[in-house]
Nanobody, 127 residues
Framework: QVQPVESVGGLVQPGGSLRLSCAAS????????VGWFRQAPGKEREAISC????????YYSPAVKGRFTLSRDNAKNTVYLQMNRLIHGDTAVYYC????????????????????WGKGTLVTISS
């Protein structure tokens, strides 16, 4: 089955850190930009970050810029989302997905161009 797989999330205290990974299953991430999205309870899914497969450039939404860092290890076919200084507002289900463009889809308003979606992983920020 061709699908990205997110690592297990978890419960983190405010101010803490967590690293999520997105591993490819059945295909190579080399050919795709990889975006991270999240959906909080009662809210729409939002794009938070993307790393381009063409030049390695990264995109961050204002909500996470300066706190989250995206990186990729093509040898391991994995993309990592390092999340620091977590706040209650970061509580959400986090998804990774592949973007066939240089993060153009992720940065836009219409995510229908994303090709492969992971099933999501829950991250809860609470003391």
């Amino acid at each position: 089955q061709v699908q990205p797989v997110e690592s297990v999330g978890g419960l983190v205290q405010p101010g803490g850190s967590l690293r999520l990974s997105c591993a490819a299953s059945g295909f190579s991430l080399d050919h795709y930009s990889v975006g991270w999205f999240r959906q909080a309870p009662g809210k729409e899914r939002e794009a938070i970050s993307c790393i381009s497969h063409t030049d390695g450039n990264t995109y961050y939404s204002p909500a996470v810029k300066g706190r989250f860092t995206l990186s990729r290890d093509n040898a391991k076919n994995t993309v990592y989302l390092q999340m620091n200084r977590l706040i209650h507002g970061d509580t959400a289900v986090y998804y990774c997905a592949t973007d066939p463009t240089p993060c153009t889809v992720v940065a836009g308003d219409d995510y229908s161009g994303m090709e492969h979606w992971g099933k999501g992983t829950l991250v809860t920020i609470s003391s």
